[in-house]
């Protein structure tokens, strides 16, 4: 274990308790390939009130429509200890939003924490 581990989570977990809200969902999204029928599903396993929202944003794209994103960190004890991928999304304030960027990510031999971004999806 990286020296940095025996307090470093535990930080990460404490950090982003402080700030968790309710309202904020973490979807894991996996696609599945069925060669025998060429079908690919997809299943979601939702992680409920998931981390901590930053950030909101509402930005104009050319006069003609607007684009809406979130800041949020999530810690990955609260995820099941995985790395969050732009297939899956977030949920909150009544709206799926999807991943678009993950940065940075904390860890040393342990997960301990990323930030994301989301737009609406």
């Given at each position: 274990?990286?020296?940095?581990d025996?307090?470093?989570?535990?930080l990460?977990?404490?950090?982003?308790?402080?700030?968790?809200v309710s309202?904020?969902?973490y979807?894991?999204?996996?696609?599945?390939?069925?060669?025998?029928?060429?079908?690919v599903?997809?299943?979601?396993t939702?992680f409920?009130a998931?981390?901590a929202v930053?950030?909101?944003?509402?930005?104009?794209?050319g006069g003609?429509?607007e684009v809406y994103?979130?800041?949020?960190w999530?810690?990955?004890?609260?995820?099941?200890d995985?790395?969050?991928?732009?297939?899956?999304?977030?949920?909150?304030?009544?709206?799926?939003w999807?991943?678009t960027?993950?940065?940075?990510q904390?860890?040393?031999?342990?997960?301990?924490?990323?930030?994301?971004?989301?737009?609406?999806?």
């Amino acid at each position: 274990m990286a020296n940095q581990d025996l307090w470093a989570r535990p930080l990460a977990d404490t950090l982003v308790d402080a700030f968790r809200v309710s309202s904020l969902s973490y979807i894991r999204r996996a696609q599945a390939y069925n060669p025998a029928t060429g079908d690919v599903s997809l299943s979601e396993t939702v992680f409920p009130a998931a981390g901590a929202v930053t950030k909101t944003m509402r930005t104009e794209e050319g006069g003609i429509g607007e684009v809406y994103a979130i800041e949020a960190w999530v810690n990955a004890s609260g995820i099941s200890d995985i790395w969050p991928t732009t297939l899956d999304q977030l949920e909150y304030d009544g709206a799926r939003w999807q991943i678009t960027a993950i940065s940075p990510q904390f860890s040393g031999d342990v997960k301990y924490a990323c930030k994301l971004q989301a737009r609406r999806a």
